[in-house]
């Protein structure tokens, strides 16, 4: 079992369509959770970190549940500039971060 | 603005000439990190410096090293590129490991191995 998990896609939604994303991990002891976004051919870059109490940034919301141990994407009102990949990355809080193998979103006009 | 930069941002060699891939950051940030990404597929890290302590990862193959002269600078040394070695290549940097600290990344560079 991979250490961190996410449904590679590709999402294909209309503009204006809400979307989740959801990622699993398998190492309990994780302290840190990211979303990163990554466009084609370019870095990936911070879209949020994943607070416990879940947090919000704009249209983005990101959820994390221990138990369960997955965190959540939403994105509401999605722009033809969401499209991209997102990369689920979470840490132990050592040097060691580990990515998913990303979620790619495709906002259809 | 503090940031990770990489240089060049696209290398070309030939098979089995050695390259060097540079990068940079004005963070100041303790931990420097490089990466091998493939087409739709997750970073791999290769190996890591906290501060001058290198850090390889186990199956990162011996063709690949690495410098950290300062804090600032990481280089990347691949001795003899193959044909599977063409990649993209991320510098990332972070504060010391903590909870919340997240990564910082450069913009890559692209190898292509003739």
């Known amino acids: 079992r991979k250490e961190v998990e996410q449904d590679p896609g590709p999402f294909n939604v209309p503009e204006g369509a809400t979307v989740a994303f959801n990622c699993t991990y398998s190492?309990?002891?994780?302290?840190?959770f990211f979303w990163y976004r990554q466009d084609c051919r370019k870095e990936p870059k911070l879209l949020m970190s994943?607070?416990?109490s879940g947090n919000e940034d704009g249209r983005f919301t990101a959820q994390l549940n221990r138990a369960s141990q997955y965190i959540s994407l939403l994105i509401r009102d999605s722009k033809l500039s969401d499209s991209a990949t997102y990369l689920c990355?979470?840490?132990?809080?050592?040097?060691?971060?580990?990515f998913g193998t990303g979620t790619r979103l495709k906002v259809l006009a | 603005d503090a940031m990770v930069i990489q240089n060049p941002r696209y290398q070309v060699t030939q098979f089995g000439k050695p390259v060097t891939l540079s990068c940079s950051q004005t963070?100041?940030?303790?931990?420097m990190y490089w990466y091998q990404q493939k087409s739709s597929q997750a970073p791999k890290l290769l190996f890591h410096?906290?501060?001058?302590?290198?850090?390889n990862e186990a199956d990162t193959p011996d063709n690949f090293q690495s410098r950290r002269p300062n804090t600032s600078f990481c280089f990347l040394d691949i001795r003899s590129p193959g044909l599977g070695d063409a990649a993209m290549y991320l510098c990332?940097?972070?504060?010391?490991?903590?909870?919340?600290?997240?990564?910082?990344f450069g913009p890559g560079t692209r190898l292509t191995v003739l």
């Open positions: 994943v607070y416990s």
């Open positions: 190492n309990s002891a994780s302290q840190s």
């Open positions: 410096y906290y501060d001058k302590d290198f850090n």
């Open positions: 990355v979470v840490n132990t809080g050592t040097y060691k971060y580990i």
């Open positions: 963070l100041n940030h303790n931990v």
């Open positions: 990332a940097t972070s504060r010391d490991p903590g909870v919340g600290n997240e990564q910082f």
